[in-house]
């Protein structure tokens, strides 16, 4: 079964960088499109950014939410199993918890920023604060 442990999250100031990382354990990350999804205190989940994976012309394209383009990339290291989120010029809206998980893919297996199967892990949290 796979699982997913996300960590990295901390507090941080307005203008500051956190760097998250997101671990499978139980499989291998090749085949799989990864997405970043984060819930603020009261809201629903958000999509933020995702990764393609490298198999199949794919070639791990990356896609962002509007809020994350420009401060935020994402990257997969497949022989690590792990994929990152930076996120640099952080501000308070981008307080929340943070959460990795599979995506579902278009026909040409290019990622789309919708939760696919499988469950929310623990998250890590953000908090930008002065």
């Known amino acids: 079964q796979l699982r997913f442990v996300e960590s990295g999250g901390g507090l941080v100031q307005p203008g500051g960088s956190l760097r998250l990382s997101c671990n499978l354990s139980?499989?291998?990350?090749?085949?799989?499109?990864i997405g970043w999804f984060r819930q603020a205190p009261g809201k629903e989940h958000e999509a933020v950014s995702c990764?393609?994976?490298?198999?199949?012309?794919?070639?791990?394209?990356?896609d962002y939410a509007e809020s994350a383009k420009g401060r935020f990339t994402v990257s997969r290291d497949d022989a690590k199993n792990t994929v990152y989120l930076q996120m640099n010029s952080l501000n308070p809206e981008d307080t929340a918890v943070y959460y990795c998980?599979?995506?579902?893919?278009?026909?040409?297996?290019?990622?789309?920023?919708?939760?696919?199967?499988?469950?929310w892990g623990q998250g890590t949290q953000v908090t930008v604060s002065a």
């Open positions: 990764i393609s994976s490298n198999i199949g012309g794919s070639s791990g394209r990356a």
């Open positions: 139980g499989g291998t990350l090749d085949p799989y499109a």
């Open positions: 998980v599979v995506t579902i893919t278009t026909v040409r297996n290019m990622c789309v920023m919708k939760k696919g199967g499988g469950s």
